[in-house]
């Protein structure tokens, strides 16, 4: 009987173990694709914010 117990139990701390070590899987992933995004969130500030300032280059030439 006890055996038996301990035989379940063991299987349950293996299921968790193996749920942990993907939920940690899967946390790493999404901080990596965080990261992406918020590298190409960083690079397309910096473009419109180019593009914005030549536009407004380009009003003062054409007022001038």
């Not at 993907?22 to 473009?47: F, G, P, S, V, W």
């Amino acid at each position: 009987m006890i055996e038996e117990e301990l035989a379940q139990l063991e299987q349950r701390v293996h299921r968790l173990m193996a749920a942990y070590r993907q939920a940690r899987l899967e946390c790493r992933r999404a901080i990596q694709e965080r990261d992406r995004l918020q590298t190409t969130n960083d690079e397309l500030r910096e473009r419109v914010e180019r593009i914005v300032e030549r536009i407004r280059s380009l009003e003062l030439e054409h007022d001038a």
